[in-house]
């Protein structure tokens, strides 16, 4: 367990901070930029499950705490220090958004046109939840195109912006408050 007695340390006050092995890094770094990006779609959830109750509410329950996973996997680097033992992201949490993806999608009318964000509050929070995720994800491929980084971490980016893209849609009775995209309708 984490147990914070102490909020501020000042141990950032020079634009650095550490990672889970102690590294010091500048605050700007790509790995810093990649887990402070995953938070920000963990606080974009959190928006979303004020509009949220059942199952959607607590399948983004449980995403936030996996949200909080993926950044202790990011800030220890696999190369690091303390890199074995490290907690990382899993197959079988990326399995899992799978299976959920599926048995929601299997319950929605297949689109004819993309979506834009909106339809419900909670749909439109799920969508910027989504495009978070998608900026998460890019930095994270930078990332991992720089050293070594989980493979599950980009596969679970990758199906978490699915599974908000459905579950928007879910919680947009069914689809059928989506908000359809109309090429070219305002020319």
């Excluded at 979303?48 to 995403?63: H, K, N, Q, S, V």
Aim: hydrophobic share 40%; glycine share 10%; proline share 5%.
């Amino acid at each position: 367990m984490v147990r914070l007695t102490r909020i501020y340390t000042r141990g950032g006050d020079k634009g650095e901070t550490s990672l889970g092995d102690g590294t010091r890094l500048p605050k700007q770094a790509l790995r810093v930029e990649a887990y402070g990006t995953v938070e920000e779609a963990n606080a974009a959830i959190g928006l979303a499950r004020l509009y949220t109750e059942g199952e959607p509410d607590a399948m983004l329950g449980r995403i936030q705490n996996e949200l909080f996973d993926l950044g202790a996997d990011l800030c220890t680097p696999e190369t690091g220090r303390r890199a074995a033992g490290a907690l990382r992201i899993a197959a079988a949490q990326v399995e899992r958004l799978e299976r959920e993806i599926d048995t929601m999608n299997a319950a929605l009318r297949p689109l004819d046109s993309f979506i834009l964000p909106g339809g419900s509050p909670a749909a439109a929070h799920l969508h910027l939840a989504r495009t978070v995720t998608r900026r998460a994800e890019r930095l994270v491929c930078a990332l991992a195109a720089a050293e070594p980084v989980n493979p599950e971490a980009i596969k679970y980016l990758n199906r978490l912006s699915d599974h908000l893209f459905v579950l928007g849609r879910r919680v947009n009775d069914g689809g059928a408050r989506d908000v359809l995209w109309r090429p070219g309708a305002t020319r």
